[in-house]
């Protein structure tokens, strides 16, 4: 088990794109997932290659994709309140054995 993988104590509530309604609004699936939160901003790229400033850098148990939003806590809420955070970059970053992994949410 990595530093990583054992600091990973706070409750996080992750909303995923499931779909679209007839007006093109998404819908959301809601989900739960341990973290290590960090409010603090880093300098990222986006998957278009546009360089933006992070307002919080979150790891996790599970991976998540660019336009999932991720809340600190627990939350009930079926759409993402207005607290919750987009993912605007995501890493995954195998160990040397590639059986654990580093997984880090860039938030705006």
Do not use: C, H
Request: proline share 5%; net charge positive.
């Amino acid at each position: 088990m990595s530093w990583v993988t054992r600091n990973l104590t706070s409750t996080i509530t992750t909303w995923t794109i499931a779909s679209k309604d007839a007006y093109g609004k998404p819908t959301f699936l809601r989900g739960s997932a341990k973290g290590r939160w960090e409010q603090r901003q880093e300098k990222a790229v986006d998957p278009q290659g546009n360089e933006f400033l992070s307002n919080a850098v979150v790891f996790l148990d599970t991976d998540v994709t660019t336009g999932d939003y991720l809340y600190q806590g627990s939350s009930t809420d079926s759409s993402p309140p207005s607290t919750a955070r987009e993912v605007k970059a995501f890493t995954k970053i195998p160990d040397i054995r590639g059986v654990l992994f580093e997984r880090k949410a860039i938030l705006k």
